[in-house]
């Protein structure tokens, strides 16, 4: 073996060392030693903005290394939004793992018109919540009073925990409003009522004033409010909460039913966003007493009940 042969083997070798070497380190963690820090992954955000993030707060060395690592797992575009504690002591291994499998809180969205029995679902599916935290949740959930809203909430919480924490946003929410319906003599239980009758009725905010006025107007000519609903959420079960209402429906004998039953139902039948209980207190004042969507979801208006027959011809038959 020749003298440059043995030389350009070395030199070889040493290349292929200190390559192996680099790529080894970058599966290493960025720090011997750290406690560890709670990172909070949005909403949306995709592991191709998440990963240089963590490249540039240290907690990873290589954004490759790690992409490399998911994919060898198999959790690649598995890390879902939450909440994680994360050290920049753990290896790309290590730290892959727990953003994939163990969140300490996750995010759960909340949309506006659920029954609070839906939103215990909605808990259970997001959070694995027991049966009887779910109960739990239940029991000390009070309806229209659970904000509908984008909530970080840790494993640990209970059912009473939760439904206290959605309670204290929806306070916190409506104070304005609150304060704004006193000036207008509206009791804070007849706008949380209100508001969620709208809620369901209205197919967008935009027509949430218009809608409300004429809620209003059939609440001070002393006339059924009539409100499908209504009659829904007194019917509503397990598996089927806001059922198809038939003709023989409207007589369903509950404080909720607003065809038997003049002026507001017992009490409030999904929990309101912001907007809807605004709108009960800045509703648009008119003469309309009925209105009708066609299967746009446009609304119809009428000021008497030979025009809303009219209406009810024209765009749903």
């Known amino acids: 073996m020749s003298k440059v042969f043995k030389i350009t083997l070395l030199v070889v070798v040493l290349f292929l060392a200190v390559n192996l070497s680099f790529f080894a380190m970058q599966f290493f963690a960025p ?21 240089p993030k963590l490249k540039d707060q240290g907690y990873i060395k290589s954004v490759w290394a790690f992409e490399l690592v998911l994919k060898i797992k198999g959790w690649n575009n598995k890390i879902e939004p939450g909440a994680y504690y994360v050290s920049k002591s753990m290896n790309t291994w290590k730290l892959a793992d727990v953003l994939v499998n163990r969140p300490s809180e996750k995010w759960v969205v909340v949309p506006e018109g659920l029954r609070k029995e839906e939103i215990a679902d909605l808990l259970q599916q997001n959070l694995d919540l027991s049966d009887q935290a779910k109960k739990e949740f239940i029991d000390n959930g009070k309806e229209g009073y659970l904000f509908p809203d984008s909530y970080l909430l840790d494993l640990s919480y209970s059912g009473k925990e939760v439904a206290q924490r959605m309670t204290s946003r ?55 409010l009539q409100i499908d609903a209504s009659v829904q959420y007194a019917l509503g079960a397990e598996g089927n909460w806001w059922p198809k209402i038939t003709s023989a429906d409207y007589k369903t004998d509950s404080p909720y039913n607003t065809y ?38 446009q609304v119809h208006l009428a000021k008497t009940y030979q025009e809303q027959l009219s209406n009810i011809e024209k765009y749903l038959k």
């Open 31 to 51: 720090q011997a030693n750290a406690e560890a820090e709670r990172i909070v992954v949005n909403p949306n955000t995709s592991q191709q903005e998440l990963l």
């Open 170 to 224: 929806f306070n916190e929410k409506a104070a304005d409003v609150f304060k704004a319906a006193t000036k207008k003599n509206i009791r804070n239980d007849t706008l949380v009522i209100l508001a969620s009758l709208l809620q369901r009725e209205a197919a967008n905010e935009q027509e949430m004033p218009t809608i409300a006025g004429v809620i209003w107007n059939r609440l001070d000519q002393k006339m059924p």
């Open 260 to 297: 038997t039953n003049k002026g507001k139902p017992a009490g409030p039948i999904c929990n309101p966003g912001l907007e809807a209980m605004k709108a009960v207190v800045s509703y648009q004042e008119s003469d309309y007493l009925y209105y009708v969507h066609d299967s746009q979801g």
